[in-house]
């Protein structure tokens, strides 16, 4: 297997910041996302700095290859903070992806906005995922995309379940639903912020050996 960065294991908030500042500031001027999947850019094409991004995956349905796409390309410092009921991190599987985990950190937290506020009050890490957290009320997302403007980062903001049309965001510039319908293919439903209707994507995209 392959070796942990150091960071990678490292709890601690201020650790984690105090090593994502010591990279270097070469990737920090990269305007948007980019995948290197066609579907997917021109799906993202409208995506700024500053924007947020609001995904509905329910586990179990591998949706979450899919931003991770995003995350494979000379990345900016950037982090992933989880809330999984208890459930790791593998680094394998994440390296085995195609991730360099020597730009992207993670850290647990069922509450961010509480228990990691000094990360939204700066711009070291401009890609900024927050998945399935346990607690995020109205003032939560209202906060943290005022600091993706502030702080220039793009957030990506997981949900445990499949996003609706009746309830909407307004802080968000993008608001989708992914999941792999079968093991041939992947499908993004758009719920705003672009046309809508669903997008299929091979699933040998995403696998080598699909």
Known sequence: MASIPAQFADPALKQQLISARKLDTGFQARPALCSGI????????????????????????NGRLIPLQFLKRDIPASVWIYHHHGLGIFASSWI?????????????????????????????FKYVIIDAPKKFNRGDLAFVAAQARKQGQIVFLIRHYFLSQKQGNAHARLRLNTWQARKGLFSIQPIKGYRNSKINIPAAVFYDDA
């Open 38 to 61: 066609t579907a997917l850019d021109e799906l993202f094409s409208t995506v700024k700095v500053g924007d947020l991004i609001e995904w509905g995956i329910p586990p179990g349905l």
């Open 96 to 124: 085995s992806h195609g991730v360099d985990l020597r730009r992207l950190f993670f850290i647990c937290s069922a509450e961010p906005v509480k228990e990691l506020r000094p990360l939204f009050l700066e711009d070291t």
